[in-house]
T-cell receptor
Framework: NAGVTQTPKFQVLKTGQSMTLQCAQDMNHEYMSWYRQDPGMGLRLIHYSVGAGITDQGEVPNGYNVSRSTTEDFPLRLLSAAPSQTSVYFC?????????????FGPGTRLTVT | KNQVEQSPQSLIILEGKNCTLQCNYTVSPFSNLRWYKQDTGRGPVSLTIMTFSENTKSNGRYTATLDADTKQSSLHITASQLSDSASYICVVKESNYQLIWGAGTKLIIKP
């Protein structure tokens, strides 16, 4: 199993550009989520999905879109990049339903917006 | 407001020594508490998950404790190794499935 994979590992964008961060998992997990991690702060939830075709907003959704057309993939789109979106982005997945269930994280994407 | 606070912010110890990291939370209603290890430049990796009824859980040299009455948890690392250098993050899950993340304790093990 590859687990949770993310691409790219690093990305530099100019203000106003758009891009998609890719996330895939091969564990047949229903629940997938996107977090951002900033220095000195806990991880903050951006968007999450409890299954294909179902997405919902987390704590900091503004400026980001997601879709979940398959169980495996959960891409995160930055619509118009801003310097405030400079961060490390992590994708995670887990089983849903009665738990607790361990959450598995990808290696992260380090994004810089200039 | 639901919060998770960890102490100390950072800690330096010598290889082979023990250490204890603290986590205090105000999350309610409580579902479970998790400890993660995050190596520099990598995603968090789960160490333990503890429910309300569990007050101690071990994973190798890592032992987590939970006092649900005082809303405190600790992570004890025994006989530290250089590979234990990492950030350790405490996460509390609300009963409505929301995860509240602490900012982490950065642990440095010196030879």
């Amino acid at each position: 199993n590859a687990g949770v994979t993310q691409t790219p590992k690093f990305q530099v964008l100019k203000t106003g550009q758009s891009m998609t961060l890719q996330c895939a998992q091969d564990m047949n997990h229903e629940y997938m989520s996107w977090y951002r991690q900033d220095p000195g702060m806990g991880l903050r939830l951006i968007h999450y999905s409890v299954g294909a075709g179902i997405t919902d907003q987390g704590e900091v959704p503004n400026g980001y879109n997601v879709s979940r057309s398959t169980t495996e993939d959960f891409p995160l789109r930055l619509l118009s990049a801003a310097p405030s979106q400079t961060s490390v982005y992590f994708c995670a997945s887990s089983y849903s339903g009665p738990g607790p269930h361990e959450q598995y994280f990808g290696p992260g994407t380090r994004l810089t917006v200039t | 407001k639901n919060q998770v606070e960890q102490s100390p912010q950072s800690l330096i110890i010598l290889e082979g020594k023990n250490c204890t990291l603290q986590c205090n939370y105000t999350v309610s209603p409580f579902s479970n508490l998790r400890w993660y290890k995050q190596d520099t430049g990598r995603g968090p990796v789960s160490l333990t998950i503890m429910t309300f009824s569990e007050n101690t859980k071990s994973n190798g040299r890592y032992t987590a404790t939970l006092d649900a009455d005082t809303k405190q948890s600790s992570l004890h690392i025994t006989a530290s190794q250089l590979s234990d250098s990492a950030s350790y993050i405490c996460v509390v899950k609300e009963s409505n499935y929301q995860l509240i993340w602490g900012a982490g304790t950065k642990l440095i093990i010196k030879p």
